[in-house]
């Protein structure tokens, strides 16, 4: 199969036609260029926060409601486009207002086949918690597709091990991310980086990459496309398929064989994804020595 990760702007809109129009292209470059599986980054739905005005946009509050008002014809477009193209599409993350009290942080995922499921961010970050006041959804799925077993940790949840161990089954773990400093970036990097690692499998990062000035949330944005697995047997010895240029919009591509990622699982010169268990007794059999 063939990985696109997106380097994504944020643009002001200033019509619905607007944000299809761009959305489409999107994909449809994407789907010429013969991806199977496109990976759009966190929080990338805030742009359509625009559309109910400048005031709307630039209040952190009001803008995530904004957002969330507007998700269902999102959702019917990702559907169109997942169709048309062939292409299974997960889509830019977005604060939506389920049944959890505050306004989670969602990512959908589209198959080609006109269904979808999604998934919640598990952990929030600092400035989630205050002022934003998102909140952790439901919990995390491994989703069966045609393309293999795919999981989703988004940003920040990609730097937590056992999130990912809980996605042992998963081929391809996508990790779309928003992060203002290069230090995030990386932060979210090795993060993604480090689960292909530990689960012998491949990950797919996104990133939201420039300014939005009109946006309290969102404001400016460091990253690029990436796409990472274990640097072992049939894959680089960096562990680097395929990464964009910093601050570049734009898709980044890499083709992946879901065959090598059994291979590695079964034959890799590590075995990392068998002896996980392992480290439980040894890690509970730590006891204190004194050098003084």
């Given amino acids: 199969m063939k990985i696109a990760t997106a380097a ?62 507007r998700m269902e014809p999102v959702h019917q477009l990702h559907k169109t486009l997942a169709a048309e193209h062939g292409v299974h599409i997960l889509g830019a993350s977005a604060p939506v207002n389920a049944d959890h009290g505050r306004p989670v942080n969602r990512a959908t ?50 730097e937590f091990p056992l999130l990912g161990r809980a996605l042992k089954e998963a081929d391809i773990i996508l990790v779309p991310s928003c992060t203002e400093a290069l230090s995030g970036y990386w932060r979210v990097r090795i993060g993604a980086m480090s689960r292909a ?7 797919a990062m996104s ?21 990472f697995g274990p640097p072992d047997t049939g894959f680089p010895m960096t562990g680097v398929l395929a990464e964009g240029t ?21 034959d890799g010169v590590v075995l990392n994804a068998t002896h996980w268990e392992e480290q439980n007794p ?10 003084l």
């Fill in 8 to 69: 994504y702007p944020l643009d002001w809109l200033d019509s619905w036609a607007q944000y299809e129009d761009k959305i489409a292209k999107w994909v449809g470059d994407a789907a010429k260029q013969g991806a199977d599986l496109l990976v759009f980054p966190e929080y990338g739905a805030m742009e359509l926060s625009t559309l109910a005005g400048a005031d709307m946009a630039a209040d952190l509050e009001q803008s995530m409601h904004a957002v969330s008002d």
């Fill in 109 to 158: 995922f589209y198959a080609p086949n006109g269904v979808s499921g999604y998934q919640d961010k598990q952990i929030m970050t600092r400035f989630e918690r205050d002022p934003w006041g998102v909140v952790g959804g439901d919990g995390l799925q491994v989703f069966d597709t045609a393309l293999g077993k795919i999981g989703v940790l988004i940003c920040y949840d990609s």
């Fill in 197 to 203: 690692l530990e689960n012998q499998c491949v990950t």
């Fill in 207 to 227: 990133s939201i990459v420039g300014a939005a000035p009109w946006s309290q949330s969102v404001e400016v944005a460091t990253g690029m496309g990436g796409i």
């Fill in 246 to 266: 910093l601050g570049q919009s734009g898709w980044t591509y890499a083709d992946v064989d879901p065959a090598a990622i059994a291979h590695v699982r079964a």
């Fill in 282 to 291: 040894r890690a509970k059999s730590v006891t204190n020595c004194s050098l």
